[in-house]
């Protein structure tokens, strides 16, 4: 038996040897491939992750626009330039949103031409806490972030926003197909996760079989 045993442990030590030169010659070939072709390797890997990157931008803005929009009850196109405009003065998307359902409760639009209103009448208030209040009662509690935003003329806001890039502008279109590509990428995701997991339990079951085997 013990004969038998060296015999095929000697067969399979020649056959492994066997495929030592072809895996040299493979690994030389890949080795010249990527020698030769050094520069097309780098430029289609800088191009990838520039398109990777800026997809995630798109996705991340996109998301922004879409949530301002949910939380005000206005158009892709209004919440792009509204943001837009905030984004000149520092202001979060998230104090965005809330600054937005807070006009919104108290009965108003969240346009630039609410907002531009906005700041008119709380630069005609005089008493430094009465204006503070304002922009409590009307831009809720952030609305102390606000602040920048309205001390700058109404003309100067319309202005503003009507000076914006039409590549910063999305329209309600735009924003279905977003997130409509967001959750298909989700989905595939979900679904390489899936599988991964499907393997790595099935390994692992073999290796406590083989384990139970070679114990028993």
Do not use: C, W
């Not at 009465?130 to 309205?150: A, C, E, H, M, P």
């Amino acid at each position: 038996v013990i004969e038998r045993v060296n015999e095929k442990i000697g067969k399979t030590k020649k056959e492994a040897e066997g495929l030592v030169p072809g895996l040299e010659k493979a690994g030389k070939g890949l080795a010249n491939f990527a020698s030769q072709n050094a520069v097309l390797l780098g430029t289609l890997t800088a191009v990838g992750a520039v398109l990777a990157s800026s997809y995630g931008e798109y996705q991340k803005y996109a998301g922004a626009v879409r949530d301002v929009a949910l939380a005000s009850g206005t158009t892709a196109e209004e919440s792009s330039r509204l943001l837009q405009v905030f984004d000149d003065f520092q202001i979060s998307t998230e104090d965005v949103t809330a600054a937005m359902k807070a006009m919104k409760s108290n009965g108003m639009v969240p346009t630039i031409d609410t907002l531009a209103d906005l700041a008119d009448k709380y630069q005609a208030i005089q008493d430094p806490a009465k204006k503070l209040q304002f922009v409590y009662d009307n831009l809720g509690r952030s609305g102390t972030k606000f602040l920048n935003v309205l001390q700058q003329s109404s003309a100067s806001l319309r202005e503003q926003a009507g000076a914006i890039s039409d590549s910063l502008i999305l329209t309600d279109e735009e924003i279905r197909a977003a997130e409509q590509a967001r959750l298909a990428i989700d989905a595939y995701s979900d679904a390489i996760q899936g599988a991964k997991i499907a393997l790595g339990s099935f390994v692992g079951s073999q290796i406590v079989a083989n384990d139970n085997h070679a114990k028993a």
